[in-house]
Nanobody, 123 residues
Framework: EVQLVESGGGLVQPGDSLTLSCAASGSTFGIDVMGWYRQVPGNMRELVSGINGDSTITFSTTTAKGRFTVSRDNAKNTVYLQMNSLKPEDTAVYYC????????????????WGQGTQVTVAS
């Protein structure tokens, strides 16, 4: 069973940048589809970005395009979410997801979730 641990969240000001990391256990990381979701209390968890095993396919929602970049380092079993030009509406708990499915125009989450890391954007 894969275990996911997110880190890198915190309190930042509008316009700042932040990089989230998700460290994964397991020997299949190099082929696992990974994704980032976020959730605000009272709302459904929403997809931010996803990436396939060899980084040849990424999928991002309109929320992420132009500001957020998903990447991975298979040697470190880690996936990243680089977030730039952060806005107060980006405030949420960000979750890492593993073993989903991805294509050019879709991303479906897998069964594995991390515990989340809080990102707060406020002046």
């Amino acid at each position: 069973e894969v275990q996911l641990v997110e880190s890198g969240g915190g309190l930042v000001q509008p316009g700042d940048s932040l990089t989230l990391s998700c460290a994964a256990s397991g020997s299949t990381f190099g082929i696992d589809v990974m994704g980032w979701y976020r959730q605000v209390p009272g709302n459904m968890r929403e997809l931010v970005s996803g990436i396939n095993g060899d980084s040849t396919i990424t999928f991002s929602t309109t929320t992420a395009k132009g500001r957020f970049t998903v990447s991975r380092d298979n040697a470190k079993n880690t996936v990243y979410l680089q977030m730039n030009s952060l806005k107060p509406e980006d405030t949420a708990v960000y979750y890492c997801n593993a073993k989903g499915r991805i294509g050019v125009n879709y991303f479906y989450p897998g069964p594995a979730w991390g515990q989340g890391t809080q990102v707060t954007v406020a002046s």
